[in-house]
């Protein structure tokens, strides 16, 4: 056989070698052309439902900048004007607002006002020293646990005052240790509170072995927690948990003593305390069982921002000679002990006026007085107030308009180059893919109706041209700054009545179309997607009929081939056949 043939999914190769024909030129034209008589159509519509999807998709864009901006900055809500501003005055040319306080704005509902503030005095950290020791790096010979602000320290007979100080630090107990070194043979430990307030270190000891009072830090005794003619304890977080166990003090040798409680009748009676294995509950219990006259003992509990506490609490317990402790049992539940022996910085909360009310803070930082301000202090002013001034502050609100002004008249210019005539170089114009789209009509009127109605609740500024939005004549819209300046100065109420209004107005009325889940656009553009999934899947029948044609094409040619060589082989035959029998003649003549 003379011709040969081979196909691929994308190389005809087809040769004649007896016909001395070009096939596969010639089915590679014959495809050519129905391909392109098939898809010529499609491709257009292909191509213009694409610009249309593209149109749309960025109109989308354009118009969702509005949507979000208003979202975004609240200007469709109340919230959306909540900015304030703190300044400061006082009366006294000699008091600097400044150096005595400043006022933050927070979040949340803000009262504008003016409120006077007077800081009487400020929070200050307790700081407490012991006695002078002779040196600092000598072993001390202490051993026992203290108990600072309910954390239990253990202190070692080998330690030093340095020692002593870093396992005080090493606690985290909500105090500074350091040694001070007066002289080159007198240092004293000293504690420094990390919070300020009237209530900053608490000392206690854990056990008997007064660890305390041989650093010369306590001295003396008396109620820790007096509250009228009653005695209470510290506060601890469980009534029914051991006190000296965890997960409350964790004492390593939690101790138990018979302790005194006298009556109002003058007589003492004893009552055992196991702090290993006695809660709150049980020690009230063991008190109250003792029946001494005058006096009984609960368990009162306490909550303050979400957090309960518990303190046993004795009535009829004003003094500590009514009390005779054991072991240190007593001092370790905060009743009765020794109290700071020198202090260098009492303890206090910061205290101050607003509007002649008293207002005391553990701190100085004191927030929630005046709603959403935060007044920070650092100096005093007794007898004589600074006002503190809280105004709405507007100042941004132009440059926010203009943004939104800016967005719309994007839309809006967007929207009138779809409705003009692209002219080309060769003097032939096209129209944009958009132009006379009803949708698009539809949703300019929406912005423009929107930007032309009355602002409800106003008197004054009434339109969005009234607070200088105004149209201009290629229909897009632009801020005049003075005007809408002048306007916010003269009735700021009214500004931000109309911009709230246009802003929710839009933000409903735009939202309908730019939902990224029901909106109109989103609607079209699903639309035009299956449009364009349609056609492709046409271009792609397209395709493979061409490619069925011409595989149908080749194998015909390649029979035509076949048909030609065997008649190629036939004729050759009957020539020799032919030739055979006239030589056989001529022989025999």
Do not use: H, R
Request: with cysteine; glycine share 6%.
């Amino acid at each position: 056989m003379s011709s040969t043939s081979s196909t691929s999914s994308s190389t005809l190769n087809l040769t004649g070698l007896v016909s001395n024909t070009d096939w596969q030129s010639l089915v590679t034209s014959i495809n050519a052309e129905q391909k392109e008589a098939a898809e010529s159509s499609l491709n257009s519509e292909l191509t213009s439902q694409q610009n249309i999807l593209s149109a749309w998709q960025s109109f989308n864009t354009s118009l969702s900048a509005v949507t979000n901006y208003i979202s975004t900055n609240s200007l469709n809500s109340s919230t959306g004007y909540q900015t304030y501003s703190a300044s400061m005055t006082c009366s006294d040319s000699s008091i600097t607002p400044s150096n005595v306080l400043s006022a933050a704005i927070g979040t949340g509902t803000i009262a504008a006002g003016t409120y006077a503030v007077e800081v009487k005095n400020l929070a200050t950290a307790e700081k407490i020293a012991s006695d002078s020791f002779t040196s600092s790096s000598t072993a001390l010979g202490l051993s026992g646990q203290i108990v600072i602000n309910g954390t239990a320290v253990s202190i070692t007979s080998t330690e030093s005052l340095t020692g002593v100080a870093q396992a005080i630090n090493d606690a985290n107990a909500g105090v500074s240790a350091s040694v001070l070194a007066v002289s080159g043979s007198s240092y004293k430990l000293e504690l420094q509170s990390s919070s300020s307030g009237s209530s900053s270190i608490s000392l206690k000891d854990g056990d008997a072995s007064n660890v305390l009072q041989n650093l010369n830090l306590i001295s003396g005794s008396s109620l820790l927690n007096p509250s009228g003619s009653n005695a209470l304890s510290d506060s601890f977080s469980s009534e029914t948990d051991p006190v000296g166990a965890s997960p409350l003090l964790d004492l390593t040798s939690p101790q138990t003593g018979t302790v005194q409680i006298t009556g109002t009748d003058g007589v003492s009676q004893n009552v055992t305390i196991d702090l290993a294995t006695d809660s709150l509950e049980t020690i009230a219990s063991n008190i109250n069982s003792a029946g001494i006259t005058g006096v009984t003992a609960s368990v009162v509990p306490t909550t303050a921002n979400g957090t309960t506490t518990y303190q046993l609490q004795l009535t009829n317990i004003s003094k500590a000679s009514s009390l005779t402790d054991s072991n240190n049992v007593l001092d370790t539940l905060g009743i009765v002990g020794g109290t700071a022996k020198n202090t260098l910085q009492a303890g206090q909360d910061a205290q101050l006026s607003v509007d002649a009310n008293t207002v005391n803070s553990a701190t100085n930082t004191v927030s929630g007085v005046i709603p959403g301000v935060t007044l920070s202090l650092t100096g005093t002013n007794p007898n004589t107030a600074i006002d503190v001034n809280i105004t709405q502050d507007n100042s941004g609100l132009d440059s926010q308009v203009n943004t939104l002004v800016g967005d719309i008249s994007s839309a809006l210019s967007y929207i009138n180059s779809q409705n003009t005539v692209s002219s080309s170089s060769s003097s032939s114009s096209t129209a944009n893919v958009l132009m006379g789209n009803a949708s698009l009509f539809t949703m300019k009127n929406t912005i423009v109706n929107t930007l032309l109605e009355n602002i409800s609740g106003n008197s004054t500024y009434t339109t969005a041209a009234s607070i200088g939005i105004n149209f201009q004549s290629d229909g897009t819209v632009t801020l005049d700054s003075d005007t809408f300046d002048g306007a916010l100065s003269a009735n700021p109420t009214e500004v931000v009545n109309a911009i709230k209004t246009l802003s929710s107005d839009l933000y409903n009325n735009l939202n309908v179309y730019v939902n990224p889940d029901t909106g109109t656009i989103n609607s079209i553009e699903t639309s035009t997607n299956s449009q364009i999934n349609n056609i492709n899947s046409q271009l792609t029948a397209v395709d493979n009929n061409c490619a069925q044609q011409a595989q149908q094409l080749e194998n015909e040619y390649s029979a035509l081939e076949t048909l030609l060589e065997q008649s190629n082989e036939t004729k050759t035959f009957l020539t020799d056949m032919e030739s055979s029998a006239t030589n056989s003649s001529s022989s025999s003549s």
